[in-house]
């Protein structure tokens, strides 16, 4: 028996229903966001599409993110350009550092944080050669 995929993500908040509107509403992530193969969606469920996802423990000393943070989320997108569009439009500050888009064969990236501050990567991979 092996596993096949994260069943989800918990993560503990301030306001809760507040924080999973953000999601909702700025990022298309939660219960209620996607359908499934019937066109179905479901209030507590978020239907994504497979592909690839990155499960790496960061040495504690890491910089990469927030050193008083535990985690960050990583949320795999199919636009960025467009997305960062429509996050700074709705006043959310997005940062993009060149570094982080060094290498092309990885992807792009862009980082926002949410309103209690939990750091969450924008990642778009590579077009399929």
């Keep these: 028996m092996t596993v096949v995929g994260m069943g ?12 999973k509107a953000w999601y909702r509403d700025y ?9 499934d193969a019937a066109g179905q ?8 599409q497979g592909g690839p996802m990155v499960f790496e423990p960061f040495a504690a000393s890491s910089d990469y993110f927030p050193a008083d943070k535990q985690a960050m989320i990583n949320l795999r997108v199919t ?14 500050e997005v940062i993009v ?7 092309p064969e990885v992807g792009r990236f862009a980082r926002v944080h949410d309103p209690e501050g939990n750091p969450i990567e924008l990642w ?3 077009a399929p050669a």
């Design 41 to 48: 969606s479901n209030e507590w469920l978020w239907q994504t």
């Design 97 to 103: 550092k060149q570094e982080w888009n060094a290498m």
């Design 79 to 92: 636009d960025l350009d467009a997305l960062i569009a429509k996050l700074e439009a709705a006043g959310v």
């Design 8 to 19: 989800g993500y918990f993560f503990r908040a301030e306001n809760p229903a507040a924080l």
């Design 124 to 126: 778009q991979p590579p």
């Design 27 to 35: 990022l298309g992530v939660g219960g209620g966001c996607g359908t």
